[in-house]
């Protein structure tokens, strides 16, 4: 383990990006997102960004193919390019784990390359939380707030931030920066962390079990009467769906440009009435429907298939940016018994 002094990271900052393209958390008018560094920017103390990281891998929209059609000739061009390395300073416990969660759906087979291409190309650096929020409940799906994961996980103290290699990645980032940093046996890092996890037990979501969902479990959820209460004031907005860093719905699309058509992706969201429509029809036709699938996906489907895996990270944005102030926490309690506990 390694620290750098605080007032050393513009320096540390620089010796990165001279290297690799670099990007930190930055506070907005609207609220902390990541910005590619430039000389001057500070890292936000924000706990957590608006949206999440997830774009650097998943982007809200990416073209895929481009093909011009003459006749009944096509032309396929393949748009596909390397990426450049980057760096992804700052991520939080739970949007760390939730590329663990896109990994299982992008990476396995058939792999999605242009997803593999920007994971191969990224070295993570997350940083405890210090300062964790009441909406936060990473804790519940077995997300330890006080040491992320990552490549190179930091903790920030008063006057350093720690930082410790995990993978051969992160050894080649800290061997970048070797001229702004010092040996250290690690104990105030071990000190802050001890008080972050203090401070967990004390949020009000810290007993937030999710014993009750996961493998297995559609029978028991599927037909229970409570998802009328529960959708009955959902929106279907989609909101939840475009700040969770977990999602991952999208729909292909082609464009005519009039000099060819570019075929691209987009995010979408099981939250709307379009969602999955074929020329069939639609197959969940009520709102109840659309609130039940986005929900057991996150506690029941994908942990089925994913050896217990469940598709929330307890991030707390849902919490925070739903404007009927529905969310997983409320359809946990809800389903689990626990809705006064």
């Not at 895929?64 to 980057?86: A, P, S, V, Y």
Request: aromatic letters at 10%; proline letters at 4%; charged letters at 25%.
């Amino acid at each position: 383990m390694v620290k750098v002094l605080l007032d050393k990271l513009d320096g540390l900052f620089a010796a990165i990006a001279q290297k690799e393209t670099l990007y930190i958390p930055i506070d907005t008018p609207t609220g902390a997102k990541y910005e590619k560094w430039s000389d001057g920017m500070k890292m936000s103390d924000a706990l957590n960004t608006v949206r999440s990281p997830k774009d650097f891998f998943f982007p809200q929209t990416e073209n895929l193919m481009e093909f011009k059609t003459e006749g009944k000739k096509i032309e396929i061009i393949d748009i596909r390019r390397e990426n450049e390395d980057f760096v992804l300073f700052g991520v939080k416990g739970c949007d760390v784990a939730s590329f663990d969660v896109l990994d299982k759906v992008f990476l396995a087979e058939p792999v999605d390359s242009f997803y593999k291409n920007r994971r191969e190309h990224a070295t993570v650096v997350s940083l405890a939380c210090n300062r964790p929020h009441e909406t936060c409940f990473c804790g519940t799906f077995g997300i330890d707030a006080s040491a992320p994961g990552g490549d190179v996980v930091c903790i920030k103290t008063d006057d350093a931030l720690f930082m410790d290699a995990k993978t051969e990645k992160g050894e080649k980032l800290l061997s970048l920066i070797s001229e702004f940093t010092e040996s250290t046996d690690g104990k105030e890092a071990a000190d802050t962390a001890g008080v972050i996890r203090e401070r967990l037990k004390k949020l009000p979501l810290s007993s937030l079990s999710a014993e009750a969902f996961g493998d297995g479990k559609t029978s028991k959820f599927f037909d229970a009467p409570e998802w009328k209460e529960l959708s009955q004031t959902c929106l279907g907005c989609g909101t939840c769906t475009f700040v969770c860093p977990t999602c991952q719905c999208y729909d292909i699309k082609d464009f005519n440009t009039g000099h060819g058509v570019k075929r691209f992706r987009c995010w979408d969201s099981c939250m709307y009435s379009d969602f999955t429509k074929m020329s069939a029809g639609q197959p969940r036709l009520t709102q109840l429907e659309r609130f039940r699938q986005r929900f057991m996906h996150k506690l029941v489907y994908f942990p089925t298939n994913n050896n217990g895996m469940f598709s929330c990270v307890g991030c707390g944005r849902c919490i925070n940016k739903c404007p009927i102030q529905m969310n997983i926490v409320k359809v946990m309690k809800k389903l689990g018994g626990t809705e006064n506990g």
